[in-house]
């Protein structure tokens, strides 16, 4: 495997692991491969080695070359920041497809959470000539040719609103801790107190990261994905589970009906159990009891039977 980090902004950290399968005379020699450009979440204010490096492997187990992005966080989140960086990443895979022996026609995004809303705003946004206006003269050389998509932040809406984190008690709001406060936002929009207890409004917390503090209505409904499908919008995998109180179903559901109302291909498995942030849903990526979920763990083969039947034929060719 040929392993190497490049950097898209050194200064801002920005760069993406490659995780590519050595050319060999035994495994059907010159022979290009599809690939997966990975997303980890983490609120925009992190990205989480649970989604990365794991979900590169395992999908390398597969057959497939795979790309693991940290996108801008933090201060530097702000769309699209992370946007166009997902954008310059897949160009520049596109651009070394020979020597990497990558198919150009079969290079899909794979995000979760948070992260997942960046892979779907390159399916939606890919041909956006206001956001990605660079690229105008062939907006082809960055877009996705599928879109897998774990317990995604898609309509920035549908994020819990009252997330109980086991505050008890109304606490001084300079000692609670949590990781994800924006500089500048108001410590009564992030923290509710309501029957004895102290709540975060977790969409507004992820969202001050999306808009770089404050927003209006109008700026959250469009990067709710679901009001930009259109019939080019690429082909999409999506799985939650029911019990996911982070980030909601609806999410997922809201995004599902759009695809369906434009003829766009999808497919989408809720599962019964299974919270949020399951990464694989095994012991591979689980920190916690409750981040490995049986259920769950078949998104993966499911994942890539939907990629195998999307290009009609076997992942590696």
């Known amino acids: 495997m040929i392993t190497e980090k490049i950097y898209l902004n050194e200064e801002k950290n920005v760069f993406f ?6 050319n060999s005379k035994e ?3 010159n022979s290009k491969r599809p690939s997966i450009v990975i997303c980890p979440g983490g609120g ?5 080695d649970r989604e990365a490096e794991p979900i590169a492997l395992a999908f390398a187990s597969k057959g497939y070359h795979a790309f693991v992005l940290r996108y801008s966080v933090g201060l530097d989140a702000k769309m699209p920041n992370p946007l166009k960086e997902l954008a310059q990443t897949m160009l520049y895979i596109r651009q070394r497809s020979e020597e990497w022996f990558v198919d150009e026609n079969k290079i899909l995004v794979c995000g979760f959470s948070a992260g997942a809303h960046l892979a ?22 960055i877009k996705p040719n599928g879109m897998i998509l ?34 500048g936002i108001a410590y009564e929009d992030i923290f509710k107190r309501e029957n004895g207890k102290t709540y975060v409004d977790f969409a507004m917390a992820m969202n001050a990261y ?6 209006t209505k109008e700026q959250e409904e469009f990067y709710s994905l679901q009001n930009q499908v259109t019939s080019d919008t690429a082909p999409a995998f999506i799985w939650h589970a029911a019990q996911d109180g982070l980030i909601l179903p609806a999410n997922s559901l809201k995004f599902a009906t759009a695809l369906n109302e434009k003829q766009v291909p999808y497919e989408l498995h809720i599962f019964g159990t299974g919270g949020h942030g399951l990464g694989l849903s095994n012991d591979i990526t689980s920190n916690n009891p409750w981040e490995s979920v049986p259920q769950c763990e078949p998104w993966f083969e499911l994942a890539n039977t939907w990629i195998k039947t999307l290009f009609k034929e076997n992942a590696f060719m």
């Open 44 to 48: 925009y204010s992190f990205t989480s």
């Open 120 to 141: 779907a705003s390159l399916g939606v946004f890919w041909n956006n000539k206001d956001l990605l206006e660079e690229y105008q003269q062939n907006f082809d050389v």
């Open 27 to 29: 495994l059907k020699p």
């Open 17 to 22: 692991n490659t995780y590519l399968i050595e």
């Open 150 to 183: 774990g317990y995604p932040v898609l309509d920035l809406d549908s994020s819990a609103k009252r997330l109980d984190i086991g505050i008890e008690g109304y606490p001084e709001y300079d000692t609670i801790q949590f990781g994800q406060l924006y500089p």
């Open 210 to 215: 999306i808009f770089g503090g404050y927003y």
